[in-house]
């Protein structure tokens, strides 16, 4: 049973940049697509970014340009990235995991596994 753990989240002002990273654990990493999603308040679960575990990635329109997801499996980590932040990047953000395909999708059914958020906030 792969276990999900983010950290990384708090306090940043507008421009700034932050990274949050989740580490796995109860599989073999190189065999696991991550992907990472936000919840803003008052919003459904979004899809941010994903990267396959045969290197494959893919973003949302919203942050390609600001965002980078990257992986290191010697330490079963994914780190996102986050530059340019603007206060609508105010969200939980999550980790997920698909250890069933290489091409993962952009669909929260995708993954089976989840962390449990960490916040990120963003003041102008």
């Known amino acids: 049973q792969l276990q999900l753990v983010e950290s990384g989240g708090g306090l940043v002002q507008a421009g700034g940049s932050l990274r949050v990273s989740c580490t796995a654990s109860g599989g073999p990493f190189n065999r696991i697509s991550m992907a990472w999603f936000r919840r803003p308040p008052g919003q459904e679960r979004e899809f941010l970014a994903h990267?396959?575990?045969?290197?494959?990635?893919a973003y949302s329109d919203s942050v390609k340009d600001r965002f980078a997801i990257s992986r290191d499996n010697a330490k079963n980590t994914t780190n996102l990235q986050m530059d340019a932040l603007k206060p609508e990047d105010t969200a939980v953000y999550f980790c997920?995991?698909?250890?069933?395909?290489?091409?993962?999708?952009?669909?929260?059914?995708?993954?089976?596994?989840w962390g449990q958020g960490t916040q990120v906030t963003v003041s102008s």
């Open positions: 990267l396959s575990w045969i290197g494959l990635t």
């Open positions: 997920a995991a698909d250890n069933r395909r290489p091409f993962p999708g952009t669909d929260e059914s995708d993954y089976d596994y």
